[in-house]
């Protein structure tokens, strides 16, 4: 007798217990806030550690390079057999992987602009390239 009055308030308790956890559940929604149109299928996504810059690869082997707000700043062919993106340390470095190849590199993406100097003073070679560097990391 005792055991049959056990297993009844055992499964008592554990009906309450279960029908407290449901209640518990709340109703979501979502809004979507910006969409990106991409030039191929996306594969994956990455973004990187200070959420300024979105990666996207896609299954063409390229990784697209937008910044948050959805416009894009450029594009890195990487290949094919690429599978898989992952942000890397600092605004534009990622890591890139290949199951196929068992590879897995980390990439620094280097954006490349044209400025007119025409006319302006300069010191050297007309046409030596120039490098720009930005420290955006000082507090």
Same mark, same amino acid.
Not at 5 to 15: D, E, G, W
Not at 73 to 98: L, M, N, T, Y
């Given at each position: ?9 055992f499964l ?10 449901l209640?518990?559940f ?49 594009q890195?062919? +990487? ?6 993106? %992952? #942000?890397? =340390? $600092?605004?534009?470095?990622?890591? !890139? ?14 954006? +490349? ?6 006319? %302006? #003073?300069? =010191? $050297?070679?007309?046409?030596?390239? !120039?490098?720009i ?7």
């Amino acid at each position: 007798m005792k055991r049959y009055l056990f297993k009844i308030i055992f499964l008592t308790c554990m009906s309450l217990i279960l029908i407290c956890t449901l209640s518990a559940f709340a109703e979501t929604d979502y809004t979507v806030q910006k969409s990106i149109k991409i030039n191929g299928t996306p594969l994956d996504i990455a973004v990187s550690e200070r959420n300024y810059t979105v990666y996207v690869l896609t299954t063409d082997g390229i990784v697209y390079v937008y910044d948050f707000a959805g416009v894009l700043r450029g594009q890195v062919e +990487v290949g094919k057999d690429i599978d898989g993106i %992952a #942000p890397g =340390k $600092g605004e534009d470095s990622v890591f !890139i992987k290949s199951s196929k190849e068992k590879t897995v590199q980390r990439i620094q993406i280097e954006f +490349v602009y044209e400025i007119n100097s025409e006319g %302006a #003073p300069y =010191k $050297g070679r007309a046409d030596a390239p !120039i490098v720009i560097t930005v420290f955006t990391d000082y507090q």
